[in-house]
């Protein structure tokens, strides 16, 4: 049943997209938020993508062998979230109400460029998803109406 | 004498089974356009077809009877495609091609489509005698 298939595929990918919408959501609101710590500082975070054989995933790849259709098409599953490992901003604000006594203050390691480039991508990525959902979508009833 | 569907399908029967075969296939690769490591795959539509054509079902050939017969929705083997412009993550899918690919191949389902449709109609007009 692969038409079918396309949806658990489409639908897999179009959650993981969201899920990195979120993180980049995250990170931009807290691109400003400062802390008194670098350890309390925010650090920017990011979705770490794998593929799914979609037959490991309807949990029967034991049944078929390894060459039938499942080993082929994969969906997306999200293996977590990491933390970026860049240096957090330190800046000199003795005026600062959270300022450590070197009147350092610590801002996020949050790029607001490339969080920026990431919300373009995982959203044009996610259309792209709705497009091929839709066509497989008319292809099936299609199908469905064979014969009439 | 009795109808052989087989006979009045031909081959779109089987082309259309490529067809919805390849489209699973180019869903997954566009769903894994962000994945890291992951290699875009599509299936030789030609060979494919000389394959139905040479009388073998889609699938594995059984020339011996201890062969185990692999059902028709199995899938054929799938290719791993030449990256045009490799990415450093080890990423082979380009979003456009794939896009296009997918696109075309819905066309061409549709195609074939048409034509077994084309063939159930004419049954049924033989079959009503009109």
């Not at chain 1, 240096?87 to 070197?102: C, I, K, M, S, T």
């Not at chain 2, 692999?70 to 412009?85: H, K, W």
């Amino acid at each position: 049943m692969s038409l079918g298939s396309i949806f658990d595929i489409a639908g897999s990918a179009m959650s993981a997209q969201s899920v990195r919408l979120n993180t980049t959501a995250s990170n931009m609101a807290n691109a400003d938020s400062a802390a008194g710590s670098a350890e309390e500082a925010y650090r920017a975070r990011y979705p770490v993508f794998s593929s799914v054989q979609a037959q490991a995933l309807r949990g029967d790849f034991q049944a078929s062998g390894m060459t039938s259709m499942g080993d082929a098409e994969s969906s997306v599953r999200i293996d977590g979230i990491v933390e970026s490992a860049r240096p957090v901003e330190g800046r000199h604000e003795p005026g600062h109400p959270l300022a450590d006594e070197n009147g350092q203050v610590f801002y996020p390691n949050v790029d607001v460029v490339e969080e920026m480039s990431n919300m373009i991508s995982s959203s044009r990525s996610f259309q792209m998803n709705v497009d091929v959902m839709n066509a497989a979508r008319s292809m099936m009833q299609r199908v469905l109406s064979m014969g009439q | 004498m009795a109808i052989s569907f087989d006979n009045a399908l031909g081959i779109h029967e089987q082309a259309l089974l490529v067809r919805e075969q390849r489209s699973g296939l180019l869903a997954a690769n566009i769903a894994n356009s962000d994945t890291p490591g992951y290699k875009a795959r599509d299936l030789d539509f030609r060979a494919l077809l000389q394959d139905a054509f040479n009388g073998g079902a889609l699938g594995a050939e059984i020339t011996d009877a201890r062969h185990i017969g692999t059902d028709s929705t199995a899938m054929p083997q799938a290719l791993y495609r030449v990256p045009s412009q490799p990415s450093v993550d080890g990423n082979t899918v380009d979003a456009q091609l794939e896009n296009a690919a997918f696109a075309r191949n819905a066309l061409e389902h549709q195609a074939s489509f048409q034509f077994l449709n084309g063939k159930f109609t004419g049954l049924i007009k033989a079959l009503k005698g009109e």
